[in-house]
């Protein structure tokens, strides 16, 4: 997996774990075998949260190891139907359990970046998210099927196309559709010769990212452009009676809806992330806050449009994978505002203006490119590298 290095700066020291998400092909049986074990899996994760409560109200240290050990003394008398799935269903849910716990102490003492974590909360069946572990013993892959404990071969649209070690897998359910993420340990590739250097990245709305050589990728807008559909659907649920039979059927439509614009917006991500990061070698980019940004009623929208954190993250672990750097630059570092020509920094440069002229050399500075020259140079100075050194590399 990937390891971080001073200043932010991300390199490989070990196998990378990548998962390669599939969608299945159930039979209706098989997918309501599925449900079966997703609901298995919420119930024995909201039992150990209960009994992880419980336990530190009484003054004992409680710990997902020790609950999984007391469950499985129990779950024969008083809960059978746990024995109707495979036992990696239960397992797969203390895991998540122990994460949930691991990373939310981590976020109140500072191990862990980004905003303060939640308390762990209860699962419901109505709003929680269907999914359950499988572990890498327990199932196999083979050309389009995989088999899963306990029922067998299922169908998948694709070949599982990540060569390594399996590691696990994740059963989930997204709209009407099953999925199958499979984590593998891949090795890098031994050598990529890099077409260019170095460059920096400029991310924004209207253009969601403009690179420091002047290629620009364009927001697609995927969920504006579709707004009036939404509206629609919206306005259909709403007549709906709730829990109705066409209240679950507009539902359905709602969320397939959501998942198709999701696939949209992931669909442009990769392929923008997959082009850098196999074009530049060292990549400097914003380390932007984005949970602030979108906090700003009148860019939030356009802002979650362009999933500007989707980007950076795909960035970081791609290069990582392809043997180049991600080197985060400051986020009050005045890119904008600094001429890439003479260094000379404006005093102010209002937010629609995309054009401004140098006062001291006269350069005629377009706003994004201009920002990512310079996002470009101080990540080269953070490395302790010139132009001319990354050049060379």
């Known amino acids: 997996m990937a390891g971080a290095l001073r200043d932010g700066q991300w390199a490989l020291i070990a196998p990378l774990i990548k998962a390669h998400k599939i969608r299945l092909n159930p039979t209706p049986e098989q997918a309501a075998y599925f449900t079966h074990c997703a609901g298995v899996a919420r119930f024995v994760y909201n039992w150990g949260l209960a009994q992880w409560k419980s336990q530190y109200a009484a003054g004992e240290s409680p710990s997902a190891f020790k609950l999984k050990k007391e469950f499985n003394a129990i779950k024969r008398e008083h809960y059978p139907f746990v024995g109707e799935v495979a036992k990696d269903v239960a397992e797969g849910a203390f895991a998540n359990l122990a994460a949930a716990f691991q990373n939310f102490f981590a976020s109140q003492t500072g191990k862990r970046r980004g905003q303060k974590g939640k308390y762990p909360k209860f699962k419901s069946k109505k709003r929680s998210k269907l999914s359950f572990r499988l572990n ?230 377009h706003r994004d490119l201009n920002a990512a020259k310079n996002i470009e140079g101080e990540a080269l100075r953070l490395l302790g590298l010139s132009p001319g050194v990354a050049t060379s590399a």
């Open 136 to 365: 890498n013993d327990k199932f196999r892959v083979a050309d389009h099927g995989v088999y899963v404990p306990r029922l067998g071969w299922v169908n998948m649209t694709e070949r599982l196309r990540l060569p390594g070690k399996i590691m696990g897998a994740v059963v989930s359910k997204a709209a009407d559709w099953w999925y199958v993420a499979i984590s593998v340990a891949v090795q890098p590739p031994e050598s990529i010769q890099f077409p260019k250097p170095s460059v920096g990245i400029d991310l924004g709305v209207a253009t969601v990212a403009t690179l420091s050589d002047g290629v620009t990728f364009e927001n697609q807008k995927v969920l504006r452009s579709e707004l009036a559909t939404l509206k629609r659907l919206n306005q259909e649920l709403a007549r709906r009676q709730q829990g109705s039979q066409r209240w679950m059927k507009t539902k359905r439509k709602v969320a397939r809806f959501h998942k198709r614009i999701a696939d949209k917006r992931q669909d442009f991500a990769h392929k923008m992330t997959t082009h850098i990061s196999t074009t530049y070698r060292i990549i400097g980019v914003e380390d932007l806050h984005v949970t602030g940004m979108v906090r700003n009623r009148r860019l939030a929208l356009s802002l979650a449009d362009a999933g500007l954190g989707e980007i950076v993250r795909q960035l970081r672990y791609k290069a990582v994978y392809n043997g180049g750097i991600v080197q985060p630059v400051g986020r009050f570092f005045a890119s904008s505002k600094t001429c890439s020509a003479c260094s000379n920094r404006t005093s102010a440069l209002a937010l629609g203006c995309r054009q401004w002229t140098c006062a001291t050399c006269g350069t005629a500075n």
